[in-house]
C-alpha cells in the first residue's frame, strides 16, 4: 500500500514549494550535523515522536528505523523506556503503536 501524505501537508508543499524545499534541506542538515550515527539519529527520532504522541511521525520514524536496519527489539525498547517515564499515563500505547507499525510494514 502506497504512502499517503497528509492533506494538509500536500497542501503546504503544492503552495509554498520552495519553503517546503528549505524545510526539507534543514531537516536533512540537522540529521547529517553532529557525531551521532544514523542508527542513534534514527532511533532519537522515533523517541520523539513517541514521546510528543505523534503517530504519524511515528509511523515515519519505525519506517525509516527499519530502513537502517533497526530491529523491532529495538524498537520496543524505545516504546518501553517511554512507557516507563514518570507520568507516563499522559499518552499511554505507544508500544502498541510502534508493534502496530512493525506490523503493517
Same mark, same amino acid.
Given at each position: 500500500?502506497p504512502r499517503?501524505?497528509?492533506?494538509? /501537508? &500536500? &497542501? ?6 520552495t /519553503?517546503w524545499?528549505?524545510? !526539507?534541506?534543514?531537516g536533512?542538515? #540537522?540529521h ?11 532511533l532519537?527520532?522515533?523517541?520523539l515522536? /513517541?514521546?510528543?504522541?505523534l503517530?504519524?511521525?511515528t509511523h515515519?520514524?519505525?519506517? !525509516? ?7 523491532? &527489539?529495538e524498537?520496543? =525498547?524505545v516504546?518501553?523506556?517511554w512507557? #516507563?517515564?514518570?507520568? =507516563? ?10 508493534r502496530?507499525?512493525? !506490523?503493517?510494514?
Amino acid at each position: 500500500m502506497p504512502r499517503q501524505i497528509p492533506k494538509p /501537508v &500536500e &497542501e503546504l508543499w503544492k503552495r509554498y514549494p520552495t /519553503v517546503w524545499k528549505a524545510f !526539507n534541506e534543514l531537516g536533512s542538515r #540537522c540529521h547529517e550535523a553532529g557525531p551521532l550515527d544514523e542508527k542513534s539519529r534514527r532511533l532519537v527520532k522515533l523517541a520523539l515522536s /513517541v514521546g510528543a504522541g505523534l503517530e504519524g511521525a511515528t509511523h515515519s520514524a519505525v519506517r !525509516n528505523a527499519r530502513s537502517v536496519g533497526i530491529t523491532q &527489539e529495538e524498537i520496543d =525498547h524505545v516504546a518501553l523506556l517511554w512507557e #516507563c517515564r514518570p507520568r =507516563h499515563a499522559l499518552l499511554p500505547g505507544s508500544a502498541t503503536r510502534a508493534r502496530d507499525r512493525w !506490523n503493517r510494514s
